[in-house]
C-alpha cells in the first residue's frame, strides 16, 4: 500500500511489483507483453524493478494487461462554480406545497 510518507523510489517500486503481478496473473511473460505493446522488453523490466518509464509506456502496459480501468482512480469531479449555483438558484426546488382542490 502506497502512503505520503513512501520516497519516490519506494512508490515506483511498488508500481512495480502491482505490474508484474498483473502481468503474472495474466500469464504472460515480460516478451510476450512486450511483443504485443509493441515496446522493448527492457521498459517492462524497468518497471517492474521500480525504475520507471515514461507515462506512454505505463498506458501501453496497462492497455495490454487490460488494465486501464486503474486510471479512473484519476477521475474529479468539479465542483460547480458560485456563479454557476447562483445562475441556477432560482430553478433549485426547495419545498412542495400540497395544492388545495
Not at 503474472?24 to 507483453?33: P, V
Not at 507515462?55 to 460547480?80: C, W, Y
Not at 458560485?82 to 388545495?100: D, G, Q, S
Amino acid at each position: 500500500m502506497v502512503n505520503y510518507f513512501m520516497s519516490d523510489k519506494a512508490i515506483r517500486e511498488e508500481l512495480g511489483r502491482h505490474i508484474k503481478q498483473m502481468r503474472i496473473n495474466a500469464r504472460i511473460s515480460q516478451q510476450e507483453l512486450a511483443e504485443k505493446a509493441g515496446i522493448a522488453r527492457a521498459t517492462i523490466t524497468n518497471f517492474e524493478n521500480g525504475k520507471g518509464g515514461t507515462i506512454d509506456s505505463l498506458i501501453t502496459i496497462l492497455r495490454h494487461l487490460q488494465k486501464l480501468n486503474i486510471l479512473d482512480a484519476f477521475e474529479t469531479n468539479a465542483p460547480i462554480s458560485p456563479i454557476a449555483m447562483e445562475e441556477a438558484a432560482p430553478y433549485i426546488i426547495t419545498r412542495v406545497r400540497n395544492k388545495k382542490n
